[in-house]
């Protein structure tokens, strides 16, 4: 199952790539460009298994771990954990 945690590290990886080290919380909203997305929907795919064309991710520019996480428990139930 895929937590919240995972999601943050995710992106958090992603993110650092085009901007150095960077530090999120799950709340913070981050931007989020077409890059970014690209290789955050790769890396969802190759860790995860989890398929999202990047055609069909309707996402905000800027968003929050805690939005990533809840619209994958969302999409895949089965896949990604709850936040309690």
């Known amino acids: 199952m895929i937590t919240v945690e995972d999601v943050k590290g995710l992106m958090t990886e992603c993110l650092s790539m085009s901007d150095g080290l960077v530090e999120i919380d ?3 909203p981050v ?3 077409s890059f970014t997305l690209v290789w955050i ?4 795919e190759e860790r995860h298994g989890i ?3 990047p055609e069909q991710a309707d996402f905000p520019s ?3 771990v805690r939005e990533f996480h809840g619209y994958l428990a969302a999409t895949f ?7 309690r």
């Open 26 to 28: 799950l709340d913070s």
């Open 31 to 33: 931007v989020i460009d």
């Open 41 to 44: 929907l790769h890396l969802m």
């Open 51 to 53: 398929v999202i064309a």
């Open 62 to 64: 800027t968003m929050t």
């Open 77 to 83: 139930p089965d896949r990604v954990s709850v936040e």
